[in-house]
């Protein structure tokens, strides 16, 4: 079994900016291609970035391009997403999690309860 736990979510306005961070098991942290995905009120699950094990490689979901971040501390077994120029429409609980295939969110193998993040006025 793998423990995710998912912290730093909160409300903000829109054009604010947050990083959740999400706190990794131990001992094999540093092998596991990690995502971040989330799930909007009343939608499905959406893949949001992904980061290789090392971190070297990263890849984001179009809508996020230019906002957001995704990196890695390994020797803290901990993930991060910086999210800046936030819009109402990335109100969601986020989660991170291990897929089974790249860039789908409802591949999860493991994920953690999630962090919910609220954009308003």
């Known amino acids: 079994q793998v423990q995710l736990v998912e912290s730093g979510g909160g409300l903000v306005q829109p054009g604010g900016s947050l990083t959740p961070s999400c706190a990794g098991p131990?001992?094999?942290?540093?092998?596991?291609?990690m995502d971040w995905v989330r799930q909007a009120p009343g939608k499905g699950l959406e893949w949001v970035p992904e980061?290789?094990?090392?971190?070297?490689?990263?890849d984001y979901a179009d809508f996020v391009k230019g906002r957001f971040t995704i990196s890695r501390d390994n020797a803290k077994n901990i993930l991060y997403l910086q999210m800046n120029n936030l819009k109402p429409e990335d109100t969601a609980d986020y989660y991170c999690?291990?897929?089974?295939?790249?860039?789908?969110?409802?591949?999860?193998?493991?994920r953690g309860r999630g962090t919910q993040v609220t954009i308003s006025s």
């Open positions: 999690a291990i897929l089974g295939q790249r860039r789908d969110a409802d591949s999860w193998s493991f």
């Open positions: 980061i290789s094990g090392s971190g070297g490689t990263t």
């Open positions: 131990g001992s094999t942290f540093s092998t596991l291609r």
